[in-house]
């Protein structure tokens, strides 16, 4: 399963083609200065350690992963930042 | 720790994140789908060998089931309808709908419905419980959270069509 996954990751998500998704995400500001924190507690700069049959995707594959995102905005009000997004899989 | 934040927002149905909305469509290729189920035969024994699900347009497949049991034939192929709607009452319930098979074939749907938890079998109907089977996995109950959940099918793709909210009030 894991292979098949890497393989559709390494087609750029080519196998992916007609996959849409788009919301919206306010998360709160105490959510964000909690996330900040515990971040600088345990620290930013450790390393994210992967599963050990994992392989980290390679730079090229995020870049193909990412020219499917359409649309990615950040607003911020009255103590909350909202994400709006909007991935769509056309080939 | 940032581990402990997530656990949190996930046994809390995420109320930090009030009024989130995702809604999608994830195709799902066939090859993903019968490598999910090769691996869970992998894990277990029984009469039943290899199923193979050939996918088609408009809710229909075929199942193609290898089996290793006295009297049945070696292979069988077992139309199929997949009813669209899965959220259903705050539950998430795939229910599948077997074209009536004759005679000792008619055995072997017990057997389908033994390969996986949360499968049962109600005369031709087989009823998957994902929403019991995401809460045994993760722990979490993500079911009030799902507003529509619907399946359908063209040649070689399952096609899962969601939108998911957290309520407003869950501030």
Known sequence: MRELLEKILSGGGKELAGLEIEGVIPIRQEL????IAQGLKQGLTKEI?????????????INALLAHVKRAEVTAEDGKLTIAFHVKVTS | MLQKILERELASGFSSLPGTHIKGTLPVPGALLNQALKDVLAK????????????????????????????????????FTIEPVVANNGKLVAVIELESPGGLVGALI???????????????TLSIDLGARVKEKSGHDFAPLIESLTLSTRRGFLDISFSLRVPEEKA
């Open chain 2, 110 to 124: 017990p057997l389908l419905a033994g390969l996986m938890p949360g499968v049962t079998a109600n005369g031709t």
């Open chain 1, 49 to 61: 350690e992967l599963p050990k049959e994992a392989k980290a995707p390679e730079a090229s594959q």
């Open chain 1, 32 to 35: 964000i200065n909690e996330t």
């Open chain 2, 44 to 79: 277990k024994g029984g009469p039943v060998k290899g199923v193979m699900v050939a996918l088609l347009e408009g809710n229909k497949a075929i199942a193609v089931i290898a089996i290793d049991q006295f009297l049945l034939p070696k292979t069988l192929e077992l139309p």
